[in-house]
């Protein structure tokens, strides 16, 4: 299926990353040198470290950080092992150069009780770290609140109704409330179904020109307006999940000015693609929220520079083709992420300068981490050795047949892109990546 390897190995002894461009955010290090590792835990940094019997991996023009976390996938087991498990997703994640994800509760069933967050954690691989989310409502059906306490003690980092909206503002006060408690974000799905109706993309004279239904930007920004107002009455976390639009970027820039407790998040298609993808009804195209304009598209990049959007997460969404290729507005929506993420960022950010280096990794990396209370972020003598190293001149076509993933439904196909992972650390654990 693929020429791709992703593949872990344990070094027989130490293993040193010589010469390599090593940035760490958190301790303002952005510097050429060696990376010396040993028994799962960074051992030493500096330059011309070479102790002897030690395996060495040369790291000339490679960046070596902290390893990357997504903070926001869809790994579908359990229920639709057929476009995606845990095993696939986390090698899919391993060949993006990520070492860490957060999946959804929207399996089938959801992830809404112990048991469930308990499974999840038993069909981790060593390739990368799965850290599951819980519903935030029992089955999703948005009526009652799941058992939060015991999914957080069984180690959901985060509850979420992701793919559906929790409508019921009492429900999300609570949800607040007890999260607040429990020191976990609630993580909000940021949309008004009652303006988004059946819509299919973005409103506008394009949907109108196509025949679809279209889905205005007020429908996410409203809601994301109500949840930042209620985490400032409650003193909860929200995270709010894939910003698409110009005004929701504007709510949580205020609402942070406010001192409210909000985060949020982007995914690289709505920096990279507009509505225009839609053209030719691309069903590989269709995502929720939708791709929106190009002034939205600014938004978002302005948002990624000035810090109002802490993250860059996939919202990697497998679907199966029988699926996917069917008329344009009875497709599912999402598109898989983990292995065009960082060339996609690189590329479209790095390159033209909208972010330095050491900004992509905060937001790819460290802030993940950080909002999810997760250990690491940072390459530190004596913490566990989970880092990235990737190329970033490395100029590669995005070709779904290569992937890991079990699911091919990505917009990207043929494009060209720069910068790509070659090796993960995860716990000392050496995934190489060919």
Known sequence: ??????????????????????????????????????DGRISALGKDIAPNGAE???????????????????????????????????????AGGFTAVACMPNTQPVLDNRGMIELIRSLETPLCRVHPVGAISKGLEGLELAEIGDMAGAGAVAVSDDGRPLTDSNLMRRALDYCRMFGIPVVSHCEDKFLSADGSMNEGPLATRLGLRGIPSAAEASMAYRDCRLAALTGGRVHIAHVSCAETVEVVRQAKKQGVAVTAETCPHYFCLTEEA????????????????????????????DGTIDCIATDHAPHSLEEKEVEFDASP??????????????????????????QLVEKMSVNPRRILNLAGGSLEVGKES???????????????????????????AGWKLKGRAAMTVVGGLVVKVD
């Open 278 to 305: 839609v053209v030719g009804y691309n069903e590989a195209a269709r995502v929720n929220p939708p791709l929106r304009t190009k002034r939205d598209v600014e938004a978002i990049i302005g948002g990624l520079s």
């Open 333 to 358: 929506t999402g598109m898989i992420g983990l292995e065009t993420a960082l060339g996609l960022c690189w590329t479209h950010l790095v390159e033209k300068k909208v972010l330095t280096a050491r």
């Open 56 to 94: 060495a991996v040369k790291g000339d023009g490679l960046v070596a950080c902290p390893g990357l976390c997504d903070m926001h996938v869809h790994l579908r087991q359990p229920g639709r092992e057929d476009e995606e498990t845990v095993e696939s997703g986390s090698r899919a994640a391993a």
């Open 386 to 412: 989970d880092l990235t190293l990737f190329d970033p001149n490395a100029e590669w076509t995005v070709d779904p047949e290569k992937f890991k993933s079990l699911s091919r439904n990505t917009p990207f």
């Open 1 to 38: 299926m693929t020429n791709q390897k992703a593949e872990g190995r344990r070094p027989s002894g130490r293993l040193v990353i010589r010469n390599c461009r090593i940035i760490d955010p958190l301790n303002k290090r952005d510097e050429a040198g060696d990376i010396l590792m040993e």
